[in-house]
């Protein structure tokens, strides 16, 4: 999409950089927080359904455990590179800590294409990559979860390859497993609702009603798909919606169950099976007259290339990582207000917890228990990062910076420097 190349570990870095700036920590103390503890990376043969052998990079990058174990995603992708999944790690450790979470930041992913692989292909990707990185997890070491590509299944393979190795079941190794092997209720959504209530609670403080707002989605997966359907629900008109080939606009607004119907069906977005809707490009849904742009799909979207040309009120950063530090000036010189993804997109590691505990536990949450406990602690950690926003007046971006590493840096004070 942008037409220059952005490199995710520098924006991550840049931001530390930034919010250093306001936190003066001790340097000692910065540079621990600047650099992953851990990076892993494994070469594996996997066997095609072919006979032919292929072997396949992964990493699993473990930035930091200050606060409790590792914690973060696994993401199939052609373009998973290392620098990637450092950033996507040392922003999991910020949003632990800006939720509260007792976890530090890590993730993972294999480069790869899940889309012309086979289930069986991607069960014995899945299998061995986990055999490679399993004495670097475990429920207190390091928990895996879902991200761009994995989902439920991927999970249960990972729990199931995790356990076979020590000989029991282990299920708190990964969270996002499905319901019947210690996945918790309401994971699937979790992402997704948490997003959608810090969009609530920034309309709130925008004086935007939601029921009336126009809301543009970027990406239809399990936090874009997930999301459109709660902003419809709340009486918003989701006017566009995209997936990797394209997305659906209509001013008027798309009906999400049919656009999300034709998706599973067809894998893709067909005007005619839709209705009233035209066909757009991801660039053109990022322009698009709205009230509330959601983009929930990969880093480095909004760019300052197309940042001046963003329309809307209101960002809410479901993906990680969708906006440059040049874009986020534009945007906020322009007064648009961003919810980032360090917060917004925290519903995920939030319901992650409660199904690690539940796990450890061996307990079993309502439903309402756990949709109560992220509302509550979603919005709680929106309302304390706007307070720093505007004690420090600073845009939120680096006001959840500032919360987040802030609580890293002083628990790392606090546990001082081995030995
Ligand atoms: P997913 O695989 O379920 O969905 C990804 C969606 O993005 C798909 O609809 C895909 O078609 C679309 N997409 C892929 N490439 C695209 C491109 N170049 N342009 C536009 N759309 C594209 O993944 P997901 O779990 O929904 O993750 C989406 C984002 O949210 C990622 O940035 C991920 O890191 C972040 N995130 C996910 C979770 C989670 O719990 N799943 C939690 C926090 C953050």
């Known amino acids: 999409m942008a037409t220059k190349r952005i490199n995710p570990a520098d924006v991550a870095m840049k931001q530390v950089e930034l919010a250093q700036k306001y936190l003066d920590l001790d340097h000692g103390i910065f540079e621990k ?38 914690k973060g995603g696994i993401r199939y992708h052609p373009d998973v590179n290392l620098d990637e999944v450092r950033a996507l790690a040392m922003w999991m450790t910020w949003k632990s800590a800006v939720v509260n979470i007792p976890f530090g930041g890590a993730k993972g992913g294999v480069t790869c294409n899940p ?57 708190g190794v990964v969270t996002g497993k499905p319901i ?32 009336s707002s126009k809301v543009a989605i970027q ?7 997930v999301a459109a359907r709660f902003f419809e629900r709340a009486g918003a008109r989701v006017v566009a919606i995209s997936d990797s080939k394209g997305g659906l606009y209509n001013p008027k607004g798309l009906s999400i169950d049919k656009a999300l119907k034709c998706k599973n069906r067809y894998s893709c977005f067909i005007e005619e099976e839709i209705g009233e809707a035209e066909i757009i490009t991801n660039e053109e849904l990022l322009q698009i007259d709205c009230d509330i ?12 290339e197309n940042a001046p040309k963003v329309k809307c009120k209101l960002v809410v950063e479901g993906a990680n990582g969708p906006t440059t530090p040049e874009a986020d000036d534009i945007l906020f010189d322009a007064g648009i207000f961003i919810v980032p993804d360090i917060l917004a997109n925290a519903g995920g590691v939030t319901v992650s917890y409660f199904e690690w505990v539940q796990n450890l536990q061996e307990l079993l949450w309502s439903e309402e228990e756990v949709s109560t406990r992220l509302t509550n602690i979603m919005s709680r950690s929106f309302l304390e990062v706007l307070r720093i926003s505007q004690e420090r007046k600073v845009h939120m971006r680096i006001a959840a910076l500032i919360l987040g590493i802030g609580r890293v840096a002083e628990a790392a004070r606090l546990r001082g420097i081995f030995p």
Not at 35 to 59: A, L, N, Q, S
Not at 185 to 201: L, P, S
Not at 293 to 304: D, F, K
């Open 115 to 171: 889309k012309q692989l086979s289930m069986g292909e991607l069960e014995r990707i899945t299998r061995r990559f986990t055999w490679e990185i399993s004495s670097f997890i475990g429920p207190e070491m390091d928990i895996p979860a879902p991200d761009v590509y994995t989902n439920p299944q991927v999970m249960a393979w990972i729990m199931d390859t995790y356990s076979m190795r020590k000989g029991y079941a282990v299920p």
């Open 219 to 225: 990406g239809a997966g399990n936090v874009g798909g």
């Open 33 to 70: 927080l600047r650099h992953t503890e851990r990076d892993i990376i494994v070469h594996f043969p996997v066997k095609m359904d072919d006979g032919i052998v292929r072997v396949f990079t992964g990493y699993r990058i473990q930035h930091n455990d200050t606060r409790g174990p590792f």
């Open 293 to 304: 742009l959601v983009p929930c799909a990969l880093e480095s979207q909004i760019t300052e």
């Open 180 to 211: 019947e092997l210690g996945g918790s209720v309401g994971r699937f959504e979790a992402t997704a609702k948490g997003v959608f209530v810090t969009a609530v609670e920034a309309t709130k403080h925008l004086n935007l009603p939601i029921e």
